[in-house]
C-alpha cells in the first residue's frame, strides 16, 4: 500500500499544532478550521501533515518524532477545527520530553497542558498515599490505650 508522496506547496505556512504525551500513545492536535484536502503521511520517524483551511490557506507540517512510532496502530482524525492524529509509540512506559528529535522547538509546536498529565509519577503517586493511609492506621490503633469499651448493653434488634 504506497501512499503518494507529499509534496511541500510553495505557498504553506505550517498548522499550529498542540500535543501531550501518554504511556502508549503521543496526540497531536493540528488547529486548522474546516480543514480539507487533508493529507497525512505517517512514518516510523516523522510525520507530514498537508491540507487547506475554509479560506483555501495551505497548510504544511512536517515533523521528525522524537522517538519512533508504530505506524500500524496510529491514526488521524478530521474534525471541524482540528486534525487530531494519535501515535502510538514504539516503546510504550516512556515519555517523549519533546515531541521532535530536534531541540529546537519551532514556534508552531506547543505543550497542550490542559491534556497533560505526569504519567510517570502515577503508580509511585499511588503507593505513596496508600503507605501514608496505613501509617496513620498504626498511628490511630497505637494511640488507642486502654481497654475496648463494653457494648454489651447495645441491642441486637436495630
Known amino acids: 500500500m504506497n501512499k503518494p508522496k507529499i509534496v511541500r506547496p510553495e505557498e504553506s505556512q505550517p498548522a499550529r499544532a498542540l500535543w501531550f504525551d501518554r504511556k502508549k500513545y503521543v496526540t497531536i492536535n493540528f488547529k486548522v478550521q474546516r480543514p480539507k484536502d487533508v493529507q497525512v503521511d505517517i ?15 495551505v497548510f504544511y507540517n512536517e515533523l521528525h518524532f522524537f522517538e519512533k512510532v508504530q505506524i500500524n496502530d496510529s491514526r488521524e482524525r478530521v474534525y471541524d477545527r482540528t486534525v487530531n492524529v494519535l501515535l502510538r509509540k514504539v516503546k510504550p512506559d516512556f515519555a517523549w520530553p519533546r515531541l521532535q528529535k530536534d531541540e529546537a522547538r519551532p514556534s508552531w509546536i506547543s505543550v497542550d497542558f490542559d491534556n497533560w498529565r505526569d504519567w510517570e509519577n502515577e503508580e509511585d503517586e499511588g503507593k505513596e498515599e496508600f503507605d501514608r493511609y496505613a501509617d496513620m492506621i498504626l498511628e490511630m490503633s497505637s494511640n488507642n490505650k486502654g481497654e475496648a469499651p463494653d457494648m454489651g448493653d447495645l441491642s441486637d434488634s436495630d
Do not use: S
Open 43 to 57: 512514518q516510523p520517524d516523522k510525520m507530514i501533515l498537508c491540507c487547506k483551511n475554509d479560506t483555501d490557506d
